[in-house]
């Protein structure tokens, strides 16, 4: 056996908010910064600056436009 993996990097300094945003876009990421203020009860501008600490974490990506696109986990976490 061996102990598997290491360092865990959900242990990135990540706000309690945005872990919760994370688990939000993970499971949809088409939802709008609204729409995802609603499902976690947070603030709308709670969520962007969540949604700010996941993109400068690389944690979240952009995929296609603004309009049609959607946020996507990196898998960094």
């Known amino acids: 056996g061996g ?13 309690n908010n945005a872990r919760l945003v994370l688990q939000i876009i993970k499971q949809d990421g088409t939802l709008t ?9 947070l603030s ?4 962007q600056r969540a949604m700010k600490e996941l ?7 952009r995929e296609g436009s603004d309009k049609n696109g959607r946020y996507i986990a990196t898998g960094m976490l």
Do not use: F, P
């Open 3 to 15: 102990v598997s993996g290491g360092v865990d990097k959900s242990d990135m300094n990540l706000s």
């Open 55 to 61: 993109r400068d974490n690389g944690v979240i990506a």
């Open 44 to 47: 709308t501008r709670s969520v």
């Open 33 to 41: 910064q609204k729409e995802i203020a609603e499902q976690s009860l």
